[in-house]
């Protein structure tokens, strides 16, 4: 069997603007996948607000290593500026405690 490459690929709208991707890998703190649960409640609002969407969140297969990620999470964003302005989002600043405690860490790829 020949092991195939697959190109990442990035949506364009109509508008000719690339879609940006962003994969989150997540290791939760103290309060656990539920302190997880939570915190997105409250932020996935705002994703949206800013035109994102969360495409996908899983726990990852081989979760018992403690290195591996609790959560990943894919979320799209239609542009550069609209993933810019999400970050800058007051409502985002707001929830830094919030989200510091339930996130001990946190890796962030983005597609270009």
């Known amino acids: 069997m020949v092991a195939q490459t697959m190109?990442?690929?990035?949506?364009?709208?109509?508008?000719?603007?690339?879609?940006?991707?962003?994969?989150?890998?997540?290791?939760?703190?103290?309060?656990?996948?539920?302190?997880l649960r939570s915190y997105e409640s409250k932020v996935i609002p705002i994703i949206g607000k800013h035109g994102g969407r969360l495409l996908s969140a899983f726990k990852p297969f081989g979760h018992e290593n403690p290195e591996s990620s609790d959560e990943i999470h894919l979320i799209e964003f239609p542009s550069q500026s609209a993933l810019d302005a999400y970050r800058a989002d007051a409502k985002v600043s707001a929830l830094a405690d919030e989200s510091d405690a339930v996130i001990a860490a946190t890796t962030i790829y983005l597609s270009e």
């Not at 879609?19 to 103290?30: E, Q, R, Y």
């Open 7 to 35: 190109e990442p690929t990035t949506k364009v709208p109509s508008s000719g603007v690339s879609m940006i991707h962003v994969l989150a890998m997540l290791h939760a703190g103290n309060e656990g996948i539920e302190g």
